[in-house]
């Protein structure tokens, strides 16, 4: 009897030896991701102290020389990607992709094959393939149910068959995650896509390891390694964009006095978690507006001081959750129920707030915010050609029709000046010239510029200093002639305000008729004169060679 106790717990001695012995997946995967002590339950996750199956997956450590031979033709690389920042409780979703040595690549079949391009000596056919891997050729001939019962082939590291795919036969590939002390294993191809819910994630970063097997004859080899920092947060991701409508660099948070900025809000929220959420947005511009609520993730302000100004939005999402059971106690408890996830001592606890919401459900709030500096400068508000005047030369002197236009603008003084000329759609663009301009008093400049042929274009006239630009346009006719080279140009728009002049001419003639007594000749002598001052201002337009006498350009200004 004592000899049956004594061979028995030699048995269980060496049980617990093997057991002691046999690699885990924490031993496997917990290479360079978080060891977690203590953790809650992923959905469809396992526990990292399961056994792994090392003669089916051997496990090799970073430096290992068969790491130079588990791949023909070089070394296969992987690269994991997320979508985190993750708001707790929405899904944060892992991407890894297999980068092949050069020329290789993944056929339809899930075959490696090499590029038809870079081999040396490229198959006759252009259906034959030149294989690095011909799985296909290794599997045609076992149907899922033979597949299945051959347990070197269709089972994970834990001793898992492999679940039954539509097109199973092209996932070659077995992909092993590994965060919070757990894992989860899939096949695919050469990448892989999956999400898990952050709901029993800790707040904070995180890290995300996976391993990646090849099929074998006989097995499954390693083929590479990757992880991934990612982070669950209980704030609302946000970025806010802005804009100006001239405004020279929308980077470097510098803007325009007296012209409205548009902001438009962006929520980070891949997996579309707050889509059924009521989201609020209160602005605090930083100028002394006071705050101002919306509904809407764009808005406008507009800055009426120069200066520097600090603005801060708070994004507040009501999101609907189902109700959690409140078990009656003395006092009777209110209509909010706080429930806390973790304990005070942890830096990461979450504290949700639910209140019951009128159609018997129940919502709990999260907050984004969102700061920034910016500055408020004046800038350069409108530009205008306020004239066009063609140079006259002899043909012996010309060589290209020359054209001056007379610009004022508003605001700050330009410190340079683009005139970009294209066709008459204003589509392509001929001929681009910049010039530095240096205005010291008033914005009155001329820019002369040149075309080589007669015809009709579109002149863009941009006025700019270090923050800010402004832009002019307009048709212009260019026309040559025979004894003098002589370039004239003719805003279209002139026909039009013609138009407008005489339009205008009637009104005042009826306006005239209406109050004025046509039985008074003094009345009449009045009326005379109105209409020839009025006359008078569109004679300096139409005929700019006699408008020496406008006070605008009393002094002629510089030429650029």
Sequence with gaps: MSGVRHHLGLLLLAEAVLC?????????????????????????????????????????????????????????????????????????????????????????????????????????????????????????NCVWENCTSNRSHNVFPDGRPFPHHPGWRRRNFVYVFHTFGQYYQTTGRSSAKFSVNTANITLGKHAMAVSIYRRGHSGYVPV?????????????????????????????????????????????????????????????????????????????????????????????????????????????????????????????????????????????????????????????????????????????????????????????????????????????SKSVVCDPVDISDECLLTIRRSFEEPGTYCINITLGDDSSQALASALISVNGGSSYRTTEGVFIFLGLLAVFATIGAFVLYKRYKQYKPIERSAGQTEKQEGFTAYFSSFKAIFFPNTTERNPLLKSKPGIV
């Excluded at 001081?305 to 059971?325: D, E, K, M, S, Y």
Aim: hydrophobic share 30%; net charge negative.
């Design 224 to 428: 590479a390694r990757a992880k991934a920092v990612y982070s669950v947060t209980d704030k609302i991701p946000v970025l806010v964009s802005m804009f100006q409508k001239h405004d020279r660099n929308i980077s470097d948070s510098i803007f325009i006095k007296d012209s409205p900025i548009t902001f438009d809000v962006k929520i980070h929220d891949p997996s579309y978690y707050l889509n059924n959420s009521a989201i609020s947005y209160k602005w605090n511009f930083g100028d002394g507006s006071g705050l101002f609520v919306a509904s809407s993730s764009t808005t406008s302000h507009t800055y009426t001081l120069q200066g520097n100004f600090t603005l801060n939005l708070t994004v507040q999402a009501i999101i609907p959750v189902p109700c959690r059971p409140v078990t009656p106690t003395a006092p009777p408890p209110t209509s909010a129920v706080t429930t806390a996830v973790s304990s005070s001592s942890d830096p990461s606890a979450v504290v949700e707030s639910m209140e019951d919401n009128p159609d018997g459900g129940c919502h709990i709030y999260r907050n984004g915010y969102y700061g920034s500096g910016i500055s408020v400068v004046e800038g350069i508000l409108e530009v205008n050609i306020i004239q066009m005047t063609s140079i006259q030369m002899t043909e012996s002197q010309a060589e290209n029709s020359l054209v001056d236009f007379v610009v004022t603008c508003q605001g700050s003084l330009p410190t340079d000046v683009c005139t970009v000329v294209s066709d008459p759609t204003c589509q392509v």
């Design 20 to 140: 002691a012995a046999a690699t885990r997946f924490q031993d496997v995967l917990s290479y360079e991701s978080t060891s977690a002590t203590s953790y809650k339950k992923l959905q469809g996750w396992s526990t990292d102290q399961n056994k792994w199956n090392e003669k089916l997956y051997p496990f090799w450590k970073e430096g290992d020389p068969r790491w130079k031979d588990c791949w023909k033709g070089g070394r296969v690389t992987a690269k994991l990607d997320s979508d985190s920042p993750a708001l707790v409780g929405s899904n944060v979703t892992f991407v890894v992709t297999l980068q092949f040595p050069k020329c290789q690549e993944e056929d339809n079949d899930g075959n490696i094959v090499y590029n038809r391009n870079c081999t040396q000596d490229p198959p006759a056919s252009e259906d034959q393939q030149v294989y690095v891997y011909n799985w296909t050729e290794w599997i045609d």
